[in-house]
């Protein structure tokens, strides 16, 4: 384990530079540090999540996601290191298989809406896309494992999943799109 954090204000990165685990420095606003910001965002705003009603077990993986994230923040901050590995994304298709057996099946689309922790799932969705975008962006400009991307492409996967989940156990369902709905 790397050293901890006792002084938060170092001002090292007021020149607009910011530090990576292996000790070189990037610029703020560098692919790298981009992707490890859209991860941070997307567990921060799963700590959100977490703090609406759901079933306990389903609070117990999402504490396990938001620790594999941390870990992919790990990774991205450290080039050419890996954490995330095919069994964080195998453990992702097995949650995924398992909440997706009891929902019905999609004949429309839905809107990200319904109870407030599905809106909040949907959000989740919508930033682990963009850390996706972000992870793909950062693959092209420099070698990184593979394993990150798949596993916030599968994660973004799940969360819609688990949005359908969480209106259903709040005595809701889905939130339908209406094709045929007046507008303008």
């Not at 002084?7 to 703020?28: E, F, H, P, V, Y």
């Not at 759901?54 to 996601?65: G, K, N, Q, V």
Request: glycine letters at 8%.
């Amino acid at each position: 384990m790397g050293n901890r954090l006792s002084k938060i204000a170092t001002r090292t990165g007021d020149n607009g530079t910011t530090g990576l685990g292996d000790g070189s420095r990037t610029d703020k606003d560098s692919v790298r540090v981009h992707a490890m910001g859209d991860v941070d965002e997307l567990n921060s705003n799963l700590g959100l999540l977490l703090c609406e009603a759901m079933p306990d077990a389903l609070r117990e993986e999402l504490i396990t996601i938001q620790h594999d994230l941390f870990d992919l923040g790990g990774e991205l901050c450290i080039p050419g290191y890996q954490m995330i590995t095919e069994t964080h994304v195998a453990r992702l298709d097995d949650l995924l298989a398992r909440y997706n057996a009891d929902l019905p099946a999609l004949t429309e689309f839905i809107l990200p809406a319904g109870s407030r922790a599905a809106a909040l799932a949907h959000i989740c969705r919508t930033v682990c896309r963009r850390a996706e975008r972000s992870i793909v962006t950062l693959g092209k400009a420099e070698t990184i494992n593979d394993m990150p991307r798949q596993y916030v492409n599968r994660l973004s996967d799940l969360m819609f999943v688990l949005s359908r989940v969480l209106n259903r156990f709040a005595g809701g369902s889905d939130v339908l799109w209406q094709h045929e709905r007046k507008r303008g």
